[in-house]
């Protein structure tokens, strides 16, 4: 396909805005009478950069009208199918028949309709929730899935753990319950485990730069996913004899099957990422023998793999154990032996998880007991609401004193009352009362507080600890100290979650790929996520949310079958046909945010090159009436051989689709 671009020239452009007003009135933007001054749409708009010291200071200004990008995030976005590549030019069109401005009501507010939907914004990885809730609506499952693969390599797996704060921030809550986005998702990603057919994102020309992965977590995995679509070749370095990190070894299987997570997996391989597993960073390589092999950056995800210490009397004696241990002994099928009476230490989600997960592997009689009170427990309610259903008994407001040994091992627990688990400024910092106790018999116990990372290899590799004790980064970039060396996923941010995890994945991602390219990693664009307040929206299909098919409790007992079903097709598009349409997919989905909506008309609209002008010979508006003669029309190969002639440099953070910005 020929490629229409245009090449700006940041030595000649004055930022006086000529074009803007001259596109605006070429394409009739506005109404004279009627338009709010502070609100008028535009195509293009002026952005600048200030480089230097003062005094040596140089600003640079330049035009940004759609890019016309040669693979389109609003064409893959759109339900309607109405946004398109012109094949003789390139130029990317929006078909204003077709499109429906998702389901805009006529009157919509323009301002409202063009800021992201709450769930796209709320979402740590930002995927396009409003674009493919949409798409199964209409029953277009592959190109929903594409649209959610572009952004998270992981969605049948988030599908059944992710925590969803989508559905929190869901405007269709404030009418009656929200979208049941994560079981859309499950369903759609769900099409796709075949290995004869499932999708597999296509490769970027492949470049000479290595990059390296430790820890193959959900953070690392998705780096390497992101670093090998752009064509790079990644070596991702495991100690564990499995890949999959905390999703594989302690996400139980009841929630998260195994094959799942293989066929996800799967597709990162297939893309040629070379994972090695039994090889620990510390142990097996080092910072310095990976930069010796030759890496030109390195992406540390290595988690938080140790449970704290609690530091009572006992806590040695056999029989009392960490959660994490026990999950991964039962995720890897390893022998797990605990007696009838167990007890589990802790309020967060691996303390529920080992609970829940000890129960199936026959203990009778599982307690859980933590400092907080219900309300203030970690975990997440719909954990706490599994460990309620399958009766595991829950005592908060304990505190273990410590642990009661007879003849060489574990007999019971003693505990103290919590008074107070956080002081005036919400710190962690538990009260007792150690006049009121509580003694607990028990076979077993599972301690599951805090998780804390290893530090030894970050220690000898020089990488920077942060005062709690994770690997310092950089929090935009994700760089360490050590500049080709990048830290990620909870060994950086703490326990979060698999979504979360990918986001950092993604983020150093886009880190390493503008550090072996010699970029900037300060001046990426970071895009504007503010969330549309109001929805105008009267009319909208009132049925209920979707009741999730759940195993009953009595056939959870002693299997580790999956407990939530994914949904029917039936189900799925009426569920989809729920949503508000808060936003517009395309422009959440447009980089640039180049994007504009009519609210008048109902519909977005965006610069189309001054199609009718550029196809009869002659030059878009913009480049007509530059005063300075900044802006070149040409086919953009041709143009890059300009530049060249011309002696102009290609400035890369700006040229990241068909236009050029040179300098
Ligand atoms: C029991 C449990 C249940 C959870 N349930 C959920 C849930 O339902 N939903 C949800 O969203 N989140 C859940 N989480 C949180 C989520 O799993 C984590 O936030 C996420 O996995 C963190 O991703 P990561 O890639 O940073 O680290 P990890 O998943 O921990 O992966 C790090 C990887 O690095 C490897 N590694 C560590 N050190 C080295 C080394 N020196 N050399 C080589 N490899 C190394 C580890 O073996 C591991 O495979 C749960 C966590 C736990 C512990
Ligand atoms: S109603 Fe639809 S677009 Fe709005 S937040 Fe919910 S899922 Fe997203
Ligand atoms: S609207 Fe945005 S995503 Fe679509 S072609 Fe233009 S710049 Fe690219």
Redesign the pocket.
């Known amino acids: 396909m020929k490629q229409i671009g245009m090449m700006i020239d940041l030595n000649r452009c004055i930022g006086c805005r000529t074009c803007v007003v001259a596109c605006r009135n070429y394409h009739e933007l506005f109404d004279h009478q009627t338009a709010d001054p502070d609100n008028i749409p535009y195509y293009l708009r002026v952005e600048s950069r200030v480089q230097g010291a003062f005094p040596d200071l140089t600003m640079d200004t330049w035009i940004r009208p ?4 040669p693979e ?4 893959d976005a759109c339900p309607e199918g109405a ?1 398109a590549k012109d094949l003789e030019t390139g130029v ?1 069109q929006i078909d204003e028949e077709k499109c429906a401005g998702c389901q805009a009501e006529t009157g919509s507010y323009p301002e409202e309709k063009a800021k992201s939907a709450p769930c796209t914004a709320t979402c740590p990885a930002h995927l396009n929730v409003q674009g493919y809730v949409n798409m199964a609506a209409l029953g277009q499952f592959d190109e929903a899935l594409k649209l959610i693969k572009k952004e998270n390599p992981f969605p049948a797996v988030c599908g059944r753990v992710c925590h969803h704060p989508c559905e929190e921030a869901c405007s269709r809550g404030e009418k009656d319950t929200p979208v049941a986005i994560n079981a859309i998702k499950r369903f759609i990603a769900d099409l796709d485990l075949d290995p004869e057919t499932r999708h597999v994102p296509a490769i970027k020309a492949a470049k000479d730069q290595r990059v390296a992965v430790v820890g193959a977590g959900p953070a690392g995995l998705t780096c390497a996913y992101f670093l090998a679509r752009e064509g790079y070749p990644v070596t991702v370095f495991e100690q564990l004899p499995v890949a999959g990190g905390m999703m594989a070894v302690g996400i139980p299987a009841y929630r998260l099957p195994n094959d799942i997570l293989e066929a996800e997996i799967r597709v990162i391989t297939d893309m040629g990422v070379d994972i090695r597993t039994d090889v620990a960073l510390g142990d097996d390589v080092t910072i310095d023998t990976l930069r010796e092999d030759g890496y030109d950056a390195l992406f540390i995800a290595s988690g938080l793999q140790l449970t704290g210490r609690l530091d009572v009397v006992g806590e040695n004696l056999p029989g009392v154990h960490s959660s994490l241990d026990i999950l991964k002994d039962a995720a890897l099928g390893n022998p797990v032996e605990l007696g009838e009476k167990v007890i589990v230490i802790g309020g967060g989600n691996a303390a529920v998880d080992a609970a829940l997960t000890v129960k199936r592997l026959g203990a009778k009689n599982v307690s859980l007991v933590c400092l907080e009170q219900r309300g203030e427990m970690p975990a997440w309610e719909h954990e706490i609401n599994d460990a309620l259903e399958e009766n595991i008994e829950i005592i908060n407001g304990l505190g273990p004193m410590r642990f009661v040994e007879e003849d060489g091992r574990l007999a019971g627990v003693e505990f103290q009352r919590c008074t107070a688990v956080f002081d005036e400024d919400g710190g962690f910092a538990p009260a007792y009362d150690d006049c009121e106790l509580t003694s607990m018999e028990a076979d077993s116990a599972i301690v599951s507080i805090s998780l804390v990372g290893e530090r030894e290899f970050a220690e000898d590799g020089g990488i920077a600890l942060t005062s709690a004790g994770r690997l310092w980064a950089d929090p935009l970039t994700l760089q360490t100290r050590l500049d080709w060396v990048f830290a990620g996923g909870d060994s950086v941010h703490g326990s979060t979650s698999v979504i979360e995890a990918i986001a950092s994945g993604k983020q150093a991602a886009a880190s390493i790929d503008r550090y072996v390219r010699g970029l900037d990693l300060k001046a990426a664009e970071e895009r504007d996520w503010t969330m549309a307040g109001k929805v105008f929206r009267e009319q909208y299909d009132t049925s209920e949310r979707v009741a999730i098919p759940r195993l009953a409790p009595e056939e959870r007992e002693g299997n580790f079958n999956e407990l939530e079903q994914t949904l029917t097709q039936d189900m799925v598009m009426a569920e989809a046909k729920r949503c508000l349409n808060c936003g517009c997919a ?1 422009m959440q ?4 945010g ?2 504009q909506f009519d609210g008048k008309a109902g519909i977005s609209h ?2 189309n090159f001054c199609y009718d002008l550029i196809t009869t010979g002659q030059k878009p508006v913009c480049a007509e009436v530059c005063l300075t003669d900044a802006l070149t029309v040409g086919e953009s190969e041709l143009l890059k051989q300009e530049a060249e002639s011309r002696g102009l440099a290609i400035i890369e953070e700006l040229s990241r ?1 068909s236009h050029l910005y040179v300098k």
């Open positions: 759609c890019q016309h990008c389109p995030g609003c064409l946004i990317v395309c989905s447009c980089p640039f180049v994007l965006k610069c689709a």
